[in-house]
């Protein structure tokens, strides 16, 4: 007899693009990948990457451009100086981000660099929720220090509160008092935390940053690498917000800062690019002189003219409410599943990544023997899916005392690209994680055997230890 079937409850999401171009993938077998990892020093980032099989190194200059970021590509006018594309994404980044100023740069690094060394002098102290790699070098090298003002909730993988990219309003105040606010140059907001797990800060800590930092004169710059996946976040936690777009609550989310540092090559979804942005005339008459100093003259800052119209095209495509939904949830259905079989990942599950929690994973390996670092390599051999680590290497040394900064999170980082990867894609990565954590016990620590002066994690070289 013909059953009775009741359709789901439950009504699916789908990817709000068709496939028009395919990139072939190659499989290896598991002594190449032996062979290959032995040569890369047990570091992701030195294998070729025709060596991998499915990419999740990073979302960042990995994403899948759009037919009509591709078209703007052809429209690419590459005049030295003035170029149209330039004017593009000029009205692109008012529109969507609301600053006044723009000076591109060639990727988000070179507009820390610029705002580093016009804004720090030496001794100053930089608060920030969470350090990332690239924009405290910078900071460093300027002469100034980082201080760390996240939500304790941020160090604590398990921690389920909704967001952990919040600051620590009187850990910031207590630094205020301590050093004084005339040695505060400004206030680094990153949105998402991408080393916390990739987590948001809400609309109402901004807020408060924002209130508190007016009242001490001090000034807020924000990295907006992935500030439209924080938009995403404050629409579906925060009360108030579930009805509004992304690109509204961006847009007020941009607004309690006086300026931004951009990689465009994560939100913006283009292969290279990036730029600094603000609000004050004086500053960027600075920017836009040092910029030619290090990158490339004021209108294009390190880009090709065809790379700024995509990238001027990509904030639109960005900003769709469809588009966020579709890629932040992608990311969901990968972490559910390894949370459903019982795989300790960094909740709540982030926007650009899921975050496998080593330390859970490998308890029996103490934390200088680079448990991540390990983590990531056993996830390569066992199937050809490429992570990174963002833990102890990540971190660097404390370069007052020379010594290994000690993190309390030690992850593994599967960042997906967007509008790459399909589901299926997702199943075969949970399916190996799971491999490799059923087979936990046996992993083996590591030892540093090459250790570059910057950002080591890059091109450090390693040995096991069995
Ligand atoms: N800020 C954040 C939060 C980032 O994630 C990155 C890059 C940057 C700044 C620097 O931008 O690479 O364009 O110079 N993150 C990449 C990643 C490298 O894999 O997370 P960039």
């Avoid at 079937?5 to 699916?12: A, F, I, L, T």
């Avoid at 919040?166 to 080393?195: H, K, Q, S, W």
């Avoid at 009242?215 to 579906?236: C, K, P, S, W």
């Avoid at 509008?419 to 992993?443: F, G, K, L, N, P």
Wanted: aromatic share 8%; glycine share 8%.
């Amino acid at each position: 007899m013909e059953m009775n079937r009741v359709p789901p409850k439950r009504r699916s999401w789908a990817e709000p693009w068709k496939v028009k171009v395919v990139e072939p993938l190659k499989t290896t077998t598991r002594d190449h990948r032996r062979k290959c990892m032995a040569e890369a020093g047990y570091n992701t980032f030195l294998l070729r990457s025709e060596d991998v099989y499915i990419d999740l190194l990073t979302d960042s200059g990995t994403s899948a451009m759009s037919d009509r970021q591709w078209a703007g590509m052809m429209l690419g006018d590459e005049a030295y100086a003035g170029s149209r594309n330039y004017y593009h994404l000029q009205e692109a980044v008012q529109t969507y981000y609301g600053y006044r100023y723009l000076v591109p740069t060639h990727q988000g690094r070179g507009a820390e660099h610029l705002l580093s060394r016009i804004l720090i002098k030496p001794g100053d102290s930089v608060p920030g929720n969470m350090y990332f790699t690239t924009t405290r070098l910078h900071q460093e090298l300027a002469g100034g220090r980082f201080v760390d003002c996240i939500t304790p909730a941020a160090h604590d993988p398990a921690d389920p509160s909704p967001f952990k990219g919040d600051f620590d309003l009187d850990a910031l105040e207590r630094l205020i008092g301590e050093v004084g606010a005339a040695r505060i140059p400004y206030i680094c907001v990153g949105a998402t935390v991408n080393m916390a797990g990739g987590q948001p800060i809400s609309m109402a800590n901004m807020r408060a940053v924002r209130e508190l930092a007016t009242r001490h004169g001090i000034r807020v710059f924000l990295d907006a690498t992935r500030a439209v996946e924080n938009a995403y976040f404050i629409q579906q936690r925060e009360p108030g917000h579930v009805d509004r777009s992304v690109a509204s609550i961006l847009r007020e989310f941009c607004d309690l800062s006086d300026g931004c540092t951009m990689s465009g090559k994560k939100d913006a979804m283009v292969n290279i690019g990036g730029w600094l942005a603000m609000n004050d005339a004086e500053l960027y008459q600075e920017a836009a002189n040092l910029v030619v100093v290090y990158e490339g003259l004021h209108t294009y800052g390190g880009m090709a003219g065809r790379d700024m119209e995509a990238m001027a095209q990509g904030i639109v495509e960005s900003v769709d409410d469809d588009h966020v939904r579709a890629r932040v949830g992608q990311v969901e259905y990968l972490g559910q599943k390894l949370i459903d079989w019982g795989i300790p990942i960094v909740r709540p599950i982030g926007g650009h990544a899921v975050y496998l929690d080593a330390k859970a994973f490998y308890p029996h390996l103490p934390q200088d023997e680079f448990p991540a670092q390990r983590l990531a390599a056993e996830l390569y051999l066992d199937s050809g899916v490429r992570a990174m680590e963002r833990g102890i290497v990540s971190a660097g040394r404390d370069p007052a005392t020379g010594d290994h900064h000690y993190p309390r999170l030690e992850l593994v980082r599967l960042t997906i690209p967007r509008r790459v990867y399909t589901q299926a894609h997702m199943d075969v990565t949970a399916e190996s994680v799971a491999a490799v954590h059923e087979r936990r016990h046996e992993a083996k620590g590591l030892a540093m055997v090459f250790e570059p002066k910057y950002l080591r994690f890059f091109q450090a070289r390693f040995e096991s230890k069995d």
